[in-house]
Nanobody, 125 residues
Framework: QVHLVESGGGLVQPGGSLRLSCTVS????????IGWFRQAPGKEREGVAC???????YYSRVVEGRFTIARDRPKNSVYLQMNNVGPEDTADYYC???????????????????WGQGTQVTVSS
C-alpha cells in the first residue's frame, strides 16, 4: 500500500518561511513522481510543485522563485520549502503521486491516485 503523510504546517508571518514534509511509504520517491497541491478556502485545488526522475522540477507560476521542492532519498520524503510567503499562500497543502510536464512553457501538475491527508498553512501577522 502507498501512503503519504504531510507534516510541517502551521502559522507563519508574511515574509517568513516554512518547510513541509511528505513522508512516503509503499513506494520510493525515486520511482514515483510526487507533487504538492494546495486548496484555499473557497477555491479549487491547484498544483504548486512537482518532482520526478526526469526533467523538472515543476512549479506553478504563483510560487516559482519562492518555493522549492526536493527529495530526501534516505528518508523517502519530499519537501516543500516555502519562502517569502504571503496571505495568498494560506491553504491546506497536500502531497500526492502526480503526473507533471511542461506545456507551452507552463508547468502542468496533476494529482494521481494516492494522496496524503493534508497539512494546514496559515500566513498571518
Amino acid at each position: 500500500q502507498v501512503h503519504l503523510v504531510e507534516s510541517g504546517g502551521g502559522l507563519v508571518q508574511p515574509g517568513g518561511s516554512l518547510r513541509l514534509s511528505c513522508t512516503v511509504s509503499g513506494v520510493t520517491v525515486d520511482s514515483y513522481t510526487i507533487g504538492w497541491f494546495r486548496q484555499a478556502p473557497g477555491k479549487e485545488r491547484e498544483g504548486v510543485a512537482c518532482i520526478n526522475s526526469g526533467d523538472g522540477p515543476y512549479y506553478s507560476r504563483v510560487v516559482e522563485g519562492r518555493f522549492t521542492i526536493a527529495r530526501d532519498r534516505p528518508k523517502n520524503s519530499v519537501y516543500l520549502q516555502m519562502n517569502n510567503v504571503g496571505p495568498e499562500d494560506t491553504a491546506d497543502y497536500y502531497c500526492a503521486t502526480a503526473n507533471c510536464y511542461f506545456d507551452d512553457n507552463y508547468s502542468v501538475i496533476k494529482g494521481e491516485e494516492y494522496w496524503g491527508q493534508g497539512t494546514q498553512v496559515t500566513v498571518s501577522s
